[in-house]
């Protein structure tokens, strides 16, 4: 008797619309070569607040990528969508145009790196579009640029925040956002995510929304509340300009009923929304207690024509619950005291990334957190964080879902 054919692993559809259904497939960027780039020098400007170490964050990530393949999720690697999108001529072609330019290089420096990177194959350049390219690594230029700069300045400055694939892109239902990142650092990103979503054949042909030429928005202020339900943190990073331009795109397109805009502080601890509220269960948040009795909303829901209709501002939960149709957003109370809630919300603690409702993954240093999350019910999946977390972001901000089952 024959055996039969192993079933083809199947490709899980793409569409995210709740922030806690089954998580199926994800996009994380592993830690490289961007990330040696960083000196005491210029980490602040590159948004981190210490130099990690970077072969131990490798095995961090790698042990947070193994944690979500042990629960059946498929990880995606963006270095690897990119090359296999730079495969694709337009896609190369569209990368160089991008990259090189603008105002900064100067003629001679931009003719130069078009000769450079034109040698360069798919893996090569998606390499360098990432790590970003140092006047030591290039031959003689002819350039005035680079006569005046010194060997470690960058032609193409690296993206050592790409770890936080959150916010360079968001999926709302079966849509890809390609968001607008508010600080120079970041900008870049974006023509990666753009690309892979443009060109790469598991995703072509897919309407993008959004974009980075529009109003500043990142995926980390955006939580999928229920299904039909956005909240969008505005402070730091996504302005109300980003919130009104998103609520007008998927109330267009049917992809969402409520928006709801949320008032955060303009501080680096509190960058984005999920740096202070994450959901853990269908009903469920995990909460900085330190702003959860103040935490706000305006909700926005579609208007006659383009218009919108905008709610008087009401307490977070309150606006939530009665968007969600539910009785009560329940805020599990991690009862900590300030300073240890200020420390563990430092660290990442309440940015956890839920992998179905009641399993989520968080970082193993917030100790308290966690202990209080499985009081309430919720099984937390453990990882190390001590070089990854250097960069402020927790297991929410460093993972894309793509695909998502519906509640
Ligand atoms: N979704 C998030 N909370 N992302 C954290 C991003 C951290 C990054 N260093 C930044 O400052 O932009």
């Not at 054919?5 to 619309?17: F, H, N, R, S």
């Not at 619950?321 to 660290?347: C, F, H, N, Y």
């Amino acid at each position: 008797m024959t055996a039969a054919p192993a079933a083809e692993p199947t490709v899980p559809t793409p569409g995210v619309a709740t922030e806690v259904g089954r998580l199926r497939t994800v996009m994380l960027h592993r830690p490289g070569n961007e990330l040696r780039r960083l000196t005491p020098r210029n980490n602040d400007v590159l948004l981190f607040d210490g130099l990690p170490w970077v072969d131990r964050a490798q095995d961090e990530h790698d042990a947070f990528a193994a944690a979500l393949r042990d629960h059946d999720v498929e990880v995606l690697y963006l270095s690897e969508l990119l090359a296999q999108t730079l495969e694709v001529p337009e896609a190369r072609a569209t990368a160089l145009d991008r990259t090189l330019t603008g105002i900064r290089l100067g003629d001679s420096l931009r003719a130069y790196l078009e000769g450079f990177l034109g040698d360069h194959d798919a893996a090569q350049l998606a390499e360098v579009l990432m790590a970003g390219l140092a006047v030591a690594e290039i031959g003689p230029t002819k350039s005035l640029v680079t006569a005046l700069s010194g060997p470690e300045d960058f032609v193409i400055d690296p993206l050592p925040n790409l770890l936080f694939t959150r916010d360079s892109s968001v999926w709302v239902q079966d849509r890809p956002t390609v968001t607008s990142l508010a600080m120079p650092a970041r900008r870049r990103e974006t023509q990666l995510t753009d690309l892979i979503y443009t060109f790469h054949p598991r995703f072509a042909g897919r309407e993008r929304l959004h974009g980075s030429d529009l109003e500043y928005l990142e995926g980390g202020d955006v939580l999928a509340l229920a299904d039909g339900v956005l909240a969008v943190g505005v402070g730091e990073r996504t302005g109300p300009a980003g919130v009104e331009r998103l609520a007008r795109t998927v109330f267009e397109r049917g992809l969402a009923h409520t928006v709801l805009a949320v008032p955060i502080d303009q501080d680096r601890a509190t960058m984005h929304l999920d740096t202070i509220c994450t959901m853990v269960d269908v009903d469920a948040v995990v909460m900085y207690p330190n702003v959860a009795h103040r935490l706000a909303a305006v909700a926005v829901r579609p208007g006659d024509g383009a218009d919108l209709v905008i709610s008087p501002t009401e307490p977070f939960v309150d606006a939530a619950a009665k968007a969600m149709g539910i009785s009560e957003l329940r805020v599990i109370d991690t009862g900590l005291d300030p300073i240890t809630a200020e420390r563990e919300q430092w660290d990442d603690g309440n940015n956890t990334l839920a992998i179905g409702p009641k399993l989520a993954v968080a970082y193993e240093r917030n100790v308290e957190t966690n202990e209080r999350l499985e009081l309430a019910g919720i099984e937390v999946i453990r990882i190390a964080g001590s070089e990854l977390g250097s960069g402020r972001g927790g297991p929410r901000c460093m993972s894309c879902p793509i695909s998502r089952d519906a509640l």
